[in-house]
């Protein structure tokens, strides 16, 4: 495994490297004016939301690591504090692509790229039609973290209004994240969407205290079947489950039918009941799989 000292890379080399493993990055389209109203819009994939109260974004226009220049976006910032941030899905990306093309100054890239200006309603920039979520933001604040090749230019941008598309909204009037078609940046041109049959739901351990790793039995926590997001589901229960809910569940067909099938042989019985034991983790019946695999 290479342990590599930044001093050893060029920037070239470790924005490489850092794009590649820090990823996916959502990406914004930021839009933004400069004094004359003349408008821009940029991609921006070194971006996050930060903080919910008050609820800021923070998006980093960096100097180019080829000529060490600033972009058009910061300028504008620096000239008029204010931006939108425009959520970019599958749909746009092509587009989005595109607006990061270094035109000149002044040149608005909504026309380059062919996607619709519609007017904010609290600040100058306009917002991106084609985007589900769209965050009309005030620049608080921009920290400047060096002034060589590649330095970021933390753009801290409170969100003042939120417009959502109603084309992702569920009945409750909740954000769909299936319908969102996300897209966001990796290394180099790869780029990954996110799609329905993509996603998947880990069950959130902050309501509830979870066992944790340490507190499983040794044979379970070296298992030759259970793999670390198995044990993780395992730690994250609350207790481990009574003598009288294992017996109880000794008795159901499906766990019957391996202790009847391996009477007087110790090792198959354990390997079968870790097999049984990931297939149920698989259904997400947490709880019975951890009675499985505390079965003798
Ligand atoms: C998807 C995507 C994400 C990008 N993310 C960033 C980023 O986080 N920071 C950055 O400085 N440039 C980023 N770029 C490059 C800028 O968009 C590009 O330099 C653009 O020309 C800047 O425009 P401006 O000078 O009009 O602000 C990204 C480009 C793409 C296509």
Redesign the pocket.
């Known amino acids: 495994m290479p342990t590599i000292h930044i001093s050893d890379l060029s920037p070239v080399q470790l924005q490489s490297y850092l794009n590649f493993a820090v990823a996916p990055r959502p990406?914004c389209l930021a839009s933004t004016v400069d004094k004359a109203g003349n408008v821009?819009l940029?991609?921006?994939?070194?971006?996050n939301i930060f903080s919910v109260n008050p609820p800021i974004c923070i998006?980093?226009?960096?100097r180019?690591v080829r000529d060490n220049t600033t972009?058009?976006?910061?300028e504008n910032i620096r000239e008029v504090p204010e931006c939108v941030i425009n959520i970019v899905n599958y749909d746009m990306v092509q587009q989005?692509?595109l607006?990061?093309?270094?035109?000149p100054q002044g040149v608005n890239?909504f026309i380059k790229s062919g996607l619709t200006q519609l007017p904010s309603q609290l600040v100058k920039p306009p917002r991106v039609a084609e985007s589900y979520v769209q965050l009309e933001c005030v620049v608080n604040e921009v920290i400047e973290l060096g002034q060589s090749h590649g330095a970021g230019n933390l753009v801290l941008a409170e969100i003042k209004l939120v417009h959502i598309n109603d084309a992702v909204l569920d009945a409750e009037g909740k954000i769909n994240q299936a319908k969102m078609d996300l897209v966001a940046?990796l290394g180099g041109d790869w780029y990954c969407r996110v799609t329905k049959d993509n996603l998947f739901k880990v069950a959130k351990p902050n309501t509830k205290m979870g066992i944790g790793v340490d507190a499983l039995p040794y044979a379970i926590r070296n298992s030759r079947i259970l793999t670390g997001n198995n044990l993780g589901q395992l730690g994250n229960l609350e207790a481990i489950p009574g003598d009288e809910a294992i017996e109880a569940f000794a008795l159901t067909p499906e766990i019957k039918e391996v202790l009847d099938a391996t009477i007087g042989d110790s090792q198959t019985r354990e390997l079968q009941l870790h097999l049984k034991a990931k297939q149920l983790l698989e259904e997400e019946r947490v709880e019975e799989a951890l009675m499985a695999l505390l079965m003798e």
């Open positions: 990406i821009n940029s991609p921006f994939s070194y971006f998006f980093s226009p960096s180019r972009k058009h976006t910061l989005t692509s607006s990061s093309v270094e035109y890239e940046r």
